[in-house]
């Protein structure tokens, strides 16, 4: 085996292992109780969908299992569910979309406490 190809396969793998880990991280909040800190989504269906949407239109044309029009359908629902998602991110207050949970709790220390 050259070292290219061998490089190609440990890539391959990795991504593999990455969407995997991505993909159970995401879907597993769907099994956690309502209340708990690590439930990802922000309350948004559309979130929610494109949990399930993207690794299954990816996963499905990698392994061939999808013909054109159902490639385009399930790529016109991400386009749509993205829009939305992206766009209703203007509408909630700032404080809200803390993003990385080490980057929230840097900047809660950091803000004045009517600022949090």
């Known amino acids: 085996m050259s070292t290219e190809q061998f490089r190609k396969v440990i890539l391959y793998r990795s991504g593999l292992v990455t969407a ?31 949990t399930f949407i993207i690794p299954s239109i990816l996963l499905r044309h990698l392994i061939g299992l999808m013909n054109d029009e159902a490639k385009l359908v399930f790529l016109g ?36 406490e009517d600022e949090r």
């Open 77 to 112: 629902t991400w386009i749509a569910l993205f829009v939305v998602f992206s766009g209703r991110q203007f509408t909630q207050p700032i404080k809200d979309d803390i993003g990385d949970k080490s980057v929230s709790m840097f900047m809660a220390r950091a803000l004045p």
């Open 20 to 50: 995997a880990a991505s993909f159970v991280a995401a879907s597993s909040a769907a099994f956690l109780p309502e209340d708990s800190w690590l439930r990802l989504c922000y309350g948004k269906l559309e979130a929610g969908l494109l």
